[in-house]
């Protein structure tokens, strides 16, 4: 069964950077939407920014964009977040959401990650 795997969460300090990674595991993806999404406590999950795989196209939350790029590596099933210029509001777990299409399976298949916690201090 695919899972898909979050990491590369940590405590940083304001203005610092850190690279998340979700990566998909027990099947071959031909091909990927994955969203990032984020929820900081007592808020709501909200997006933050996705990616079309065969397409490459990207889309940015206004609060993040300039700051966070998204990138993907169908040859590893992996799909980054590098996210620099951190600030305190970028404080959330953040969790990848991916719709893939799997090899040899029809259709496509909705797979969220468990989340990884990023924690900037100011």
């Known amino acids: 069964e695919v899972q898909l795997v979050e990491s590369g969460g940590d405590l940083v300090q304001a203005g610092g950077s850190l690279r998340l990674s979700c990566a998909a595991s027990g099947s071959t993806i031909e091909d990927y939407y994955i969203g990032w999404f984020r929820q900081a406590p007592g808020k709501e999950r909200e997006g933050v920014s996705c990616i079309a795989g065969s397409a490459g196209s990207t889309y940015y939350a206004e609060a993040v964009k300039g700051r966070f790029t998204i990138s993907g590596d169908l040859a590893k099933n992996t799909v980054y977040l590098q996210m620099d210029s951190l600030n305190t509001e970028d404080t959330a777990v953040y969790y990848c959401?991916?719709?893939?299409?799997?090899?040899?399976?029809?259709?496509?298949?909705?797979?969220w990650g468990q989340g990884t916690q990023v924690t900037v201090s100011s």
């Open positions: 959401k991916g719709d893939l299409k799997i090899t040899y399976r029809a259709g496509w298949y909705e797979y």
